[in-house]
């Protein structure tokens, strides 16, 4: 779904995605509008502009996954400025990627979003993993099992999650470690469940707390 309040560029992005083979199910110019259709329409990825007519991109964002848990935001947006990007990652953002970006750049950040992996315009990616160092050094314990236990990873999971720690894609993991992307993406999702975390931007944050990205 493709969320932008300027209509050429929106119907451009549609056009480009729907060349490249996705399925375009829904376009909307205003931010209400997309939380009302988000649960009908059912999109994989919801690409969304930070500034919209109506309501803030990350009030979007935050009302899209109210409605639609399983979307993925990738944000597309003119302005690098950094408490946007701050903002729309912790409002649960996937990803986020400037105008300016080429097609290709911009196809294959949809792709990662719908795996979900994070995705950074250069340069943003760093201001994302200093903000969660800073959080990191400020506090926060880890998270528990129901009987108050620290989660157990797997030795091959915790293998895993430092290279997720270090930025790399699950095809770059599966390179490195010699397995088959689906097996990586399956050790991801069997570490967020014993976390209790939501997407790899979390499970980033969580890694680097612990000092796994070293």
């Not at 430092?162 to 699950?170: N, P």
């Not at 097996?183 to 939501?198: D, P």
Request: proline content about 4%; overall charge neutral; some cysteine.
């Amino acid at each position: 779904m493709v969320v932008d309040d300027h209509p050429m560029w929106r119907e451009g992005v549609a056009r480009d995605l729907a060349e490249a083979g996705h399925q375009v199910v829904a376009s909307c110019g205003e931010g209400r509008q997309a939380i009302r259709v988000v649960a009908a329409a059912r999109p994989d990825v919801v690409v969304l502009d930070l500034q919209l007519p109506d309501i803030s991109g990350v009030e979007v964002i935050r009302g899209l996954r109210a409605a639609w848990p399983q979307v993925r935001v990738l944000m597309l947006s003119a302005s690098g400025e950094q408490q946007g990007v701050l903002d729309a990652v912790k409002a649960g953002a996937t990803g986020y990627l400037l105008k300016s970006a080429a097609l290709a750049e911009f196809l294959a950040a949809v792709r990662r979003t719908a795996a979900g992996e994070p995705v950074f315009t250069p340069g943003l990616a760093g201001l994302v993993l200093g903000e969660y160092r800073r959080l990191a050094a400020v506090d926060e314990e880890a998270p528990t099992s129901a009987d108050g236990a620290a989660p157990r990873l797997t030795e091959r999971e915790t293998e895993v999650l430092r290279l997720v720690a270090k930025g790399m894609s699950y095809k770059q993991i599966a390179a490195r470690l010699g397995l088959a992307h689906r097996t990586v993406q399956n050790h991801v999702q069997n570490t967020l469940g014993k976390l209790q975390l939501h997407n790899r931007v979390e499970l980033t944050r969580y890694a680097i707390e612990r000092g796994l990205d070293d």
